[in-house]
C-alpha cells in the first residue's frame, strides 16, 4: 500500500539528516536540540509548521478514535514526536485504510 511506502521515505529521509545532526555533535538535550532547531527564522518556521501539524494530528487521531472512525491513537502519537510525522502520519492513514481499530 502507497502509505507504507511513504511511511518507509519518510523514515529514511528525516531520519537521514537527524542521524547526520546527532553525528556532528547534536544532541537531544533540551537546550541543544532546541537551540538547534531554531537556530535561524528559516528553521524556526518549520520546526514550528511540524510541532502545529503534529499536535493537530495528535487530537485528529485522538477523536477519531473516540468516535469510533480510526485505530487507537496513542501508539501513532507517541510514534510522531519520537520518531517523526512523516512516520506516523501515513502509518495511521494505512490502518485507518485498512478499517482495523487496533494498533498493527
Do not use: H
Amino acid at each position: 500500500m502507497i502509505y507504507y511506502l511513504l511511511a518507509f521515505i519518510g523514515l529514511v529521509a528525516t531520519w537521514y539528516f537527524n542521524l547526520k545532526y546527532l553525528s556532528g555533535g547534536g544532541g537531544l538535550e533540551p537546550d541543544q536540540f532546541f537551540g538547534s532547531a531554531f537556530a535561524n527564522y528559516l528553521t524556526s518556521a518549520i520546526t514550528v509548521d511540524v510541532y502545529l501539524s503534529a499536535l493537530v494530528f495528535s487530537i485528529w487521531t485522538f477523536f477519531e478514535s473516540k468516535n469510533g472512525n480510526g485505530p487507537k491513537p496513542w501508539l501513532f502519537i507517541v510514534m510522531c514526536f519520537a520518531i517523526g510525522l512523516a512516520i506516523a502520519f501515513p502509518l495511521y492513514l494505512a490502518r485507518k485504510a485498512s478499517g482495523s481499530r487496533t494498533v498493527f
